[in-house]
């Protein structure tokens, strides 16, 4: 069974300055998809990024980025010129290539300070 | 076009009561996906659906709990005899096709049950 893993249960960022969540995650699968979802406290999910296994490129949207490293199993978000706004809880998941449900990790919190 | 539609946004259930929560894709999409979050944990998996079929139900308790998917009218997650442990919020997402296409999240219902 896939499992995701976020360390990091809260994290801190100064207004305008760069941020990096973590995740991990274990699988046998070869193809497969990768997420960050943002929850604000409205509790609406909010795609953030999307990764899939078989790109080498990173993902970029806007001032998102992810750092994906398939070999160690590695999928981290960046966000950068970080705004009050982004402050949420952070949940990183995982999907099969031929699948249909996600796998989420246990999130992150993200304290944005003005 | 409405995102995916989640009634109520709260409920609130008497231990032994039942709870239905309602949830309608987004147009065009025939498949659904349940998911719930308890207080302070990521969201978990319950039950893929699509029109008039279970297709994956691995994460659903055994007892009390059933998801339907009528060729008519929203999906419905039914909770019988609530408990104090059901309290969480449940989430519902829609997909137009099975693999390669994003899931859109409703808001949630929170079920509170007292």
């Known amino acids: 069974a896939q499992t995701v893993t976020q360390s990091q249960p809260e994290m801190s960022v100064q207004e305008a300055e760069t941020v990096t969540l973590s995740c991990t995650y274990d699988t046998s699968e070869s193809d497969y998809y990768l997420f960050w979802y943002k929850q604000p406290p409205s509790r609406q999910m909010i795609l953030v990024i999307r990764?899939?296994?078989?790109?080498?490129q990173n993902a970029t949207e806007n001032r998102f980025s992810v750092n994906f490293q398939k070999a160690a199993k590695s999928f981290s978000l960046k966000i950068s010129d970080s705004q009050l706004g982004d402050a949420a809880m952070y949940f990183c998941a995982y999907r099969s290539g031929d699948g249909n449900k996600l796998v989420f990790g246990a999130g992150t919190i993200l304290r944005v300070k003005s | 076009n409405a995102g995916v539609m989640q009634n109520p946004r709260h409920l609130v259930r008497r231990r032994g009561q039942e709870a239905r929560l309602r949830c309608s894709p987004m147009?065009?999409?025939?498949?659904v996906y349940w998911y719930r979050q308890l207080p302070e944990e990521g969201l978990k998996f319950m039950v893929y659906l699509q029109k008039e079929n279970i297709i994956d139900e691995s994460g659903m308790p055994k007892e009390r709990f059933s998801a339907e998917f009528p060729k008519e009218g929203p999906s419905i997650l039914r909770i019988q005899q609530v408990v104090r442990g059901d309290s969480a919020a449940y989430f519902c997402?829609?997909?137009?096709?099975?693999?390669?296409?994003?899931?859109?999240f409703g808001q949630g219902t929170r079920l509170t049950v007292v």
């Open positions: 147009k065009g999409h025939s498949h």
């Open positions: 990764q899939e296994a078989y790109k080498q």
């Open positions: 997402a829609s997909s137009a096709s099975r693999v390669n296409t994003e899931a859109f």
